[in-house]
């Protein structure tokens, strides 16, 4: 691509894979699989150091859903020069394909090779050069990334356990595991090649290890090399795709509207006649997704017609409906996210296979205990063009040109004594025996009647025994219906049914809202009805999940009273279950034994609840009681690893050690990855540190106190690594663990231990450890480092006020810890602003607070940009503001938002020669759906310097101007492209403000035209307006301008006027917005800001 020259400076880096070594080059030459362990060396652009501070930015909007990163120790940027860096790879390889797979960044396909085309059908990137794009920062193109438990995957750029699964010399699975960061929820997913075939299979095995009822999406996410000639492919019945929450869509494969602000059908010209084509990356000039509303087929995929070939995508439509095309765009936006993501390799589309969703957002509901199991497929195609039909085992295409019939067959597996037939009407018109090999597309050329139509056709491929392989009848040409769009749901107060109140409450749980919360839903149903035992049982969900057990307990019990007012043995458990959950987790074994028995009685509910059951008793010392119900939650399910872990625990216990191992063995062979099976067989080697305290936690609840407390303490020394710390929460557990059975030495000594670890990314998570806070803190209600642990926790969990009180206290007590100090200031501004409080008040004391912080980490740039941030919302002066980033010990260099704020200061200030000085030498680094920033304070600074050279004796307008309209075309270090249907009216009105100055009236007409000519366009009013309307005025327009400048104060008045609240179909938002502000107040501000604008 054209742009990819804008980067000469850049060196060639060139990833070389390593050949087979002897013995696994024997295996593919006997038909088998080579498989391999052999690093690879690859330029890397590394990531920074994770920030310090834990992320509170719960109303982030991230792919559509909560972009909430913690506890994930949350990256913001990447170093600017590569390195060669050796990297851990496990080469999967046969005839047809070579894999090349990386267990270092979250087990993803690096390279896919169709060996017999000589093609990557997945993209190669051949740098490792990650760009502020996953949920927690650092993310790369290129290969397959396997998304799990929401977009993009948490774990995206973490590392993952794996291991080599050899069932003979021709069927090898590489399998990879770990721990989701954000759930804990166990996701394994094995990538597997057969010696015979061309396809590449993906096993999933998705399990809800926790005690929670949890929601899950899988992507697939491929990537694959894109130009002009590549083309996405769906199959032939989707007429219609639709955007992010389908809230908007369009027809296939020809737009039949406007799309994320293009208007397709107005790009088509003479010239161009295929420029609404959206399957075609060419003609996609922004960044776009679009996903398939129906289809009747289980295949999708995307084809190189440069290089005639492809790939295809197959899995079973009934849980696999999810088919996604993504691109940054064939535009200036696209070109600058190439430029981040990679060197010399180009653009790529991205096409998505999703599991169990549709959308994005589209979550799926999975029981504690419970496996969701499923396997994608992928092969190479080669000279078959775009696929009409495809399976498993072979993929067709079928033409009609005149009286002529074209077919093309590929396959995955050879299949001797294979038949192609084509038949009219049930008539079969030729018939052509072949031998399909996957290195191999047939073809073939078959006449049929005049007059024939495409759909008269069927194209049948059988094996040698006559078995169908695959029939494909063309479609009949329809005018196919429109698919429904997603409409925001009205506020609580506005819903008339009980029952619509709870779908929609639960709705707004089960996607993960970002920015409308599901509470208010249950609280009005509840305020209806008090009783409603639905309301009741999803709001005592959310209290147990804050860690508000009494709350919880008594709302689900008002629920289960009404379920219980007919009925005394109701359709649904999980009410029972979560008093259950609660009951346990407060050690009210009696009560908890009794709601887990009840729940037991719903088959949904069973797994978990005889799961609670067995290790209550096992808990409490009664091994054959919990063998018995260990034994029968293992009749109900046998996909479930702690369950097999209950069970050795118990049978080493009572001495049948051959049972015990016999048990291990069984589940070994099913879950040879599972951490706590490992643990048992004496194998634990996790690269997650934090793991092992979840397994300690896990024992513990099984009654083994000792290894539990053991296994705690190995993980507190563990090396630091970037999934975060779990020493001083390793620490405080052993301890709340040791007090429960009276060993108060060791718990003494536990917290003594707690108090004095490294609290570096040490952010609490679950439960568990809340839990252990405040046991710790019921024993020593002012130990400053349990408070400000707390505190973390509280936020996270949306309990402001609360943290605020814990976090203040914590300083008053001594911490030093200057996270403790910045948390609490953050925790009281948001505490305010929720709760309705002086918010003047709070910013005065978390000022307080930042000053404290700065005393305890002076050369901290996040503590600068933050208190920098408050002073904003304190409106305080930009000479104070300025003065206080250049007196800073830190500076501003290390931060691209420290950065940007100190820019538009200095243009604040006048010093904008000083800004540009310092935008024209720095390399900025965006994060995905936050762009503009960048390019707005270079346009604002080169508008003030216009502004002052007309005003200012003596300026060479002429140079002036040249410099103006150079800077209009924004250089690459700015790491940004303007967007097709961003406004520069304001640009261009002050080129031909400086033109006009300077005598050159004719070419100041032609862009004060160009400025005023934004009115005209589709685009939404805004911030460049009133350019527009000084740009009329300046060309004597004026009754066009009032015309203008009337429907700007209407707009305005209607945006006052309207209900303040969040896009609700917004799926990306351009800050990571620290400090709250409620909707109303964000309105009024953005209303003055566009008055302003009008004198």
């Not at 689900?556 to 109701?570: A, K, T, Y």
């Amino acid at each position: 691509m054209k742009h990819i020259s804008d980067l000469p400076h850049l060196p060639l880096s060139q990833v070389e894979l390593p050949e087979p070594p002897a013995d696994q080059q024997a295996n593919i030459a006997a038909g088998g699989v080579a498989c391999w362990s052999q690093d690879i060396t690859i330029d890397t652009y590394e990531p920074a150091a994770p920030d310090r501070y834990p992320l509170f930015v719960n109303g982030r909007v991230y792919q559509g859903s909560s972009g909430q990163a913690y506890p994930i120790p949350f990256t913001d940027r990447i170093e600017q020069v590569k390195k060669p860096r050796v990297w851990k790879a496990i080469h999967l390889e046969n005839e047809w394909v070579k894999l090349v797979l990386l267990p270092e960044i979250g087990g993803r396909i690096y390279t896919a090779r169709d060996k017999v085309a000589g093609y990557d059908f997945f993209y190669r990137n051949n740098v490792i050069k990650p760009a502020l794009v996953g949920i927690a920062g650092p993310w790369i193109s290129g290969g397959v990334e396997f998304n799990w438990p929401q977009h993009h995957r948490p774990a995206t750029f973490l590392p993952m356990d794996s291991q080599i699964q050899r069932d003979n010399d021709s069927d090898v699975t590489v399998w990879f595991n770990d721990l989701d960061q954000m759930q804990r929820m166990k996701g394994t997913h094995g990538v597997r090649l057969r010696g015979d075939s061309s396809l590449i299979e993906v096993a999933a095995k998705l399990h809800n290890r926790t005690d929670d009822l949890q929601t899950f999406l899988w992507w697939a996410n491929v990537a694959a090399y894109s130009h002009e000639n590549y083309q996405s492919f769906f199959p032939t019945d989707v007429a219609y795709v639709a955007d992010h929450a389908r809230h908007a869509i369009t027809a296939f494969p020809k737009a039949d509207r406007p799309y994320y602000g293009l208007d397709y059908p107005a790009q088509v010209t003479e010239e161009n006649p295929n420029a609404d084509r959206i399957d075609f990356y060419s003609n996609v000039l922004v960044p776009t997704s679009y996903m398939i509303t129906d289809t009747d087929d289980d295949f999708f995929g995307g084809y190189d017609h440069d290089v005639n070939a492809g790939f295809i995508h197959w899995a079973d439509k009934g849980i696999a409906p999810g088919k996604k095309m993504w691109t940054w765009g064939n535009g200036d936006v696209g070109h600058a996210w190439d430029r981040h993501l990679t060197d010399m390799d180009g653009p790529y589309v991205e096409l998505m296979a999703g599991v169990f969703t549709d959308n994005q957002p589209d979550f799926t509901w999975i029981n504690p205990g419970e496996t969701k199991e499923f396997s994608q497929y992928w092969y190479p195609i080669r000279e078959l063009g775009v696929v009409h039909q495809a399976t498993r085992d072979v993929a067709v295409r079928l033409v009609l040109e005149g009286t002529t019939a074209k077919w093309f067959v590929g396959a995955t597996r050879a299949i001797s004594g294979a038949t192609v037939a084509l038949a009219k009407d049930g008539k079969v018109l030729a018939t052509q025996g072949e031998d399909l090999t996957p290195g191999t597309t047939a073809s073939g050329n078959i006449e049929v009647p005049a007059g024939t139509l495409e759909h008269e056709l069927t194209l049948l491929v059988t094996d040698a025994d006559g078995k169908v392989l695959l029939s494909w009848t063309p479609r009949v040409p329809i005018d196919a219906e429109k698919p429904w769009v997603a409409t925001e749901p009205p506020m609580a107060s506005e819903i008339e049914s009980n029952d619509e109140l709870v779908i929609t409450g639960t709705h707004l749980v089960q996607y993960r809202h970002p920015t409308r919360m599901a509470e208010p839903y249950f609280d009005e149903a509840l305020a209806r009805d008090e009783k409603d035992s639905r309301a009741a049982t999803a709001k005592g969900t959310l209290l147990l999940k804050r860690g508000d057990y009494e709350g919880a307990k008594a709302i689900l019990e008002v629920g289960l009273s009404r379920m219980h007012r007919r009925n005394l043995q109701p359709r649904e458990g999980e009410t029972s279950y979560l008093l259950g959950s609660i009951a346990e987790r407060t050690r009210d074994f009696t009560a908890a034994q009794k709601h887990y028995s009840k729940s037991t009685w719903d088959s949904q509910w069973f797994v978990a609840s005889r799961f609670g059951l067995a290790r209550v008793s096992a808990r409490l010392g009664d091994n054959d009681l919990a063998l018995e119900r260990i034994n029968e939650t293992l009749k109900a399910t046998t996909t479930f690893p702690n369950a097999y872990a209950l069970k050795v625990v118990i049978l080493r216990r009572l001495g049948r050690e051959e049972e015990a191992d016999a048990t291990l063995a069984l589940a070994l062979e099913h879950e040879a990855l599972d951490p706590i099976i490992r643990y048992l067989a004496g194998n634990l080697e996790t690269v997650d540190p934090k793991t092992w305290l979840t397994v300690a936690c896990d024992l513990e609840k099984f009654g083994e106190l000792d290894q539990a407390a053991a296994l705690a303490r190995a993980s507190a020394d563990r090396p630091l690594t970037n999934f975060g710390n779990p020493a001083p929460m390793a620490h405080y557990l052993r301890a709340q663990w040791f007090e429960q059975v009276g060993r108060q030495d060791e718990a003494n000594a536990a917290r003594d231990a707690a108090r004095a670890s490294n609290l570096l990314y040490a952010f609490p998570y679950g439960l568990d450890e809340y839990d252990a806070l405040i046991a710790t803190l019921e024993a020593d209600a002012n130990d400053p480092v349990a408070l400000g642990l707390l505190g973390s926790w509280l936020m996270n969990a949306k309990r402001t006020a609360d943290a605020a009180e814990v976090l203040v206290k914590s300083t008053e007590n001594g911490a030093v810890d200057p996270v403790v100090w910045r948390n609490a200031a953050v925790a009281v501004v948001n505490s305010a602003v929720e709760i309705g409080q002086d918010e003047d008040k709070a910013f005065a004391q978390a000022h307080g607070l930042y000053l404290k912080a700065i005393e305890l980490a002076p050369n901290d740039a996040r503590l600068i940009f933050e208190i920098d941030q408050l002073a904003g919302r304190r409106d305080e002066s930009s000479a104070i503001r300025l003065a206080r980033i250049e007196e800073s010990a830190c500076g501003y260099e290390s931060r691209d938002d420290l950065t940007i704020s100190y820019l538009n200061l200095l243009v604040d200030e006048g010093q904008t020669e000083r800004a540009l000085e310092i935008m024209t030498a720095r390399s900025f680094q965006p994060f995905e759906g936050g762009e503009g920033s960048v390019i707005a304070v270079w346009d604002r600074a080169y508008n003030a310097l216009a502004e002052a050279g007309v005003a200012a004796e003596g300026t060479d307008l002429e140079a002036l101007a040249a410099r103006l309209e150079e800077s209009i075309t924004l250089p690459i270090n700015l790491g940004e492209g303007r967007h097709p249907l961003a406004s520069t009216a304001g640009r261009w009105y002050w080129l031909g403000r400086v033109l006009k100055a300077a005598g050159n009236a004719r070419a100041a007409q032609a862009f004060e035209k160009a400025a005023a000519g934004w009115n005209a366009k589709d685009v939404d009013l805004g911030l460049e307006t009133h350019w527009s309307v000084k740009a009329l005025e300046e060309l004597g327009q004026s009754d066009s301008a009032a015309a203008l400048t009337g429907k700007f104060n209407a707009f305005i008045t209607e945006l006052e006027n309207s209900d303040p609240r969040v896009d609700y179909f917004a799926t990306s938002h351009p800050d990571l917005l620290l400090f709250l502000t409620q909707p109303a107040e964000a309105q009024a501000n953005q209303v003055a800001k566009l008055r302003a604008t009008l004198g």
